[in-house]
């Protein structure tokens, strides 16, 4: 009989126990609770300002921009700047909410973890915008070789302004990664070499494909210094005609029948009969 009576006094004690554990840690429950909604509902409000803000002064258009000038897939870019930078307000308030909230559940291992992500979060987010700014970079300098090689009728410039994007896309990212604090000391080794060769590859090769550009540009400073337009020449035996236009590497040839566009260097190279250019 003793023994039950000692069981149950056992097992009294256990609730009684148990009961006021819970009722010292309900206080602290309902605190977090309150804290996490709280938060919730800030990083929300602010999360959805910002965005407004963001969208008011047309920052989706940057994205658009970016894709239009590096010739990305749109699909690659299914959030827009605005929904990036206001989600990233959103985590970092909601994140802060929740180290208040285990710290007043007593979790300090769960707080002091979510701290350190925070605190990652700023580096992170640097790197991001290292990577958006040299893409955008990357871009253009690819669209002002594509324009430029175009001009003067290069073939080959489409797939070499591809090129240096490329390279410098590559440069970018290890730059982003360093900055996010990754070591990228022997990738960028790697880099290294790979792009002093490729460098030293491109360049050969253009110069050698663009000898027949480079001539022709520096012809046209000669043609331009010694011949005029609305000036008739003749060009050996077989064409004459009068000069209707000359660009960095042609000169337009209007002759009896259909216009002939003729590389400078060819007035250099070849026997030219010229009439008197006359006086402005």
Same mark, same amino acid.
């Given at each position: 009989?003793?023994? &039950?009576?000692?069981?149950?006094? $056992?097992?009294? #004690? +256990? ?6 554990? @819970? ?10 609770? %309150?804290?996490? &909604? ?16 963001? $969208? +008011? ?18 699909? @690659? ?18 994140? @802060?909410?929740?180290? =208040?909230? !285990? ?6 291992? $769960? ?6 992500? *925070? ?6 987010? +640097?790197?991001?915008?290292?990577? $958006? ?35 410098? *896309? ?20 790697? &880099?290294?070499? %790979?792009?002093?060769? *490729? ?9 050698? =494909? !663009?000898?027949?550009?480079?001539? #022709?540009?520096?012809? !046209? ?13 003749? %060009? ?12 960095? &590497? ?10 002939? *566009? ?6 250099? !190279?070849?026997?030219? #009969? ?7």
């Amino acid at each position: 009989m003793n023994t &039950i009576k000692e069981w149950g006094q $056992v097992v009294q #004690n +256990s609730f009684m126990e148990f009961w006021e554990k @819970l009722v010292d840690v309900l206080p602290h429950i309902f605190g977090a609770l %309150i804290l996490l &909604i709280v938060g919730w509902g800030i990083a929300k409000v602010t999360a959805f300002v910002i965005k407004k803000i963001l $969208v +008011s002064i047309k920052l989706d258009q940057l994205g658009e921009k970016l894709v239009e000038t590096t010739s990305l897939d749109p699909g @690659l870019l299914n959030v827009t700047p605005s929904q990036l930078i206001s989600k990233f307000v959103y985590w970092a308030i909601l994140l @802060l909410f929740f180290i =208040s909230a !285990s710290d007043t559940l007593g979790w300090t291992m $769960v707080s002091e973890s979510i701290n350190t992500l *925070l605190n990652y979060l700023p580096q992170l987010f +640097s790197s991001l915008v290292v990577f $958006v700014v040299g893409l955008y970079i990357a871009g253009f300098v690819k669209q002002f070789l594509n324009t430029a090689f175009n001009s003067i009728g290069l073939a080959a410039g489409t797939v070499i302004s591809k090129i240096v994007f490329y390279i410098i *896309l590559l440069i970018v990212a290890t730059t982003a990664l360093d900055q996010a604090g990754i070591d990228t000391s022997l990738i960028t080794a790697n &880099i290294t070499i %790979i792009l002093g060769g *490729l460098l030293l590859a491109f360049a050969i090769a253009f110069g050698y =494909s !663009s000898r027949e550009v480079f001539a #022709n540009i520096i012809s !046209s400073l000669y043609v331009r210094n010694n011949f005029k337009e609305g000036q008739k020449i003749q %060009i050996g035996e077989d064409i004459a005609g009068i000069i209707k236009k000359i660009d960095a &590497i042609h000169v337009t040839l209007q002759t009896e029948g259909d216009d002939i *566009l003729l590389p400078t260097q060819v007035l250099i !190279s070849k026997k030219v #009969n010229r009439a008197p250019i006359e006086p402005d």
